[in-house]
């Protein structure tokens, strides 16, 4: 258990619809990141908050936002759907925010779009 | 997007082998991660590397940092059943983000 929690685990809903996964990153972390994983496919990075800033972006969609709170959970926000966003979609949290941290990972939410 | 060449890409070995997988970038690279998935979990971290030369060993895991900093390997000694799974290797730069290497499917014959 890496300590770094998401939910849901699993999300199914149709085209054009939005949804929100969330994410509580281990306690003490104050980065959190996303990425994007197709089947078979590698980690795609999405983005990066430190501490409820936006750090680094990477190859995320328009139609994909992502915000930190107060408390250091994050949430990302799919909207617009299409099949091809079906993927596993992972969390992982940080202690900082810059070079040499060790980047610790969430089980993932798992969303099918049909 | 951006990534690593890891290979091999695949492999299959009988239990008590030991392995070997490597990633390469162009860039150079202030760290390097090793990671282990299961099929629908998420990766874990196995070993950390910050300094260019550093051998770091985790039980039969054994990581290098490349001394160009443009490379990294993982060998797995002896390797049981249970070592199945997808490995990957993540660098970083400048930046702060990490690039992950493409995966190595590890599938181990009892």
Request: with cysteine.
């Amino acid at each position: 258990d890496s300590g770094v929690t998401q939910t849901p685990k699993h999300l199914i809903t149709a085209t054009g619809q939005r949804v929100t996964l969330r994410c509580s990153p281990r306690s003490g972390d104050l980065s959190v990141y996303w990425y994007q994983q197709s089947l078979d496919q590698g980690l795609q990075f999405l983005i990066q908050y430190y501490n409820g800033e936006e750090r680094a972006k990477g190859n995320i969609l328009e139609r994909f936002s992502a915000q930190q709170f107060p408390d250091l959970h994050s949430e990302l926000n799919l909207s617009s759907l299409e099949l091809g966003d079906s993927a596993l979609y992972f969390c992982a949290s940080s202690v900082g925010g810059g070079n040499k941290d060790t980047q610790y990972f969430g089980p993932g939410t798992r969303l099918t779009v049909l | 997007g951006q990534q690593l060449n890891q290979s091999p890409q695949s492999m299959f070995i009988q239990e008590g082998e030991d392995v070997s997988m490597n990633c390469t970038s162009s860039s150079i690279f202030n760290t390097w991660l090793w990671y282990k998935q299961d099929p629908g979990e998420g990766p874990v971290l196995l070993i950390a590397l910050y300094k260019a030369g550093e051998l770091t060993s985790n039980g039969r895991l054994t990581a290098q940092f490349g001394i160009t900093r443009k490379d990294s390997f993982l060998n797995i000694s002896a390797s049981i059943p249970s070592d199945v799974g997808i490995y990957f290797c993540a660098g970083q730069g400048g930046t702060y983000k990490y690039i992950f290497g493409t995966g190595t499917r590890l599938k181990v014959l009892a």
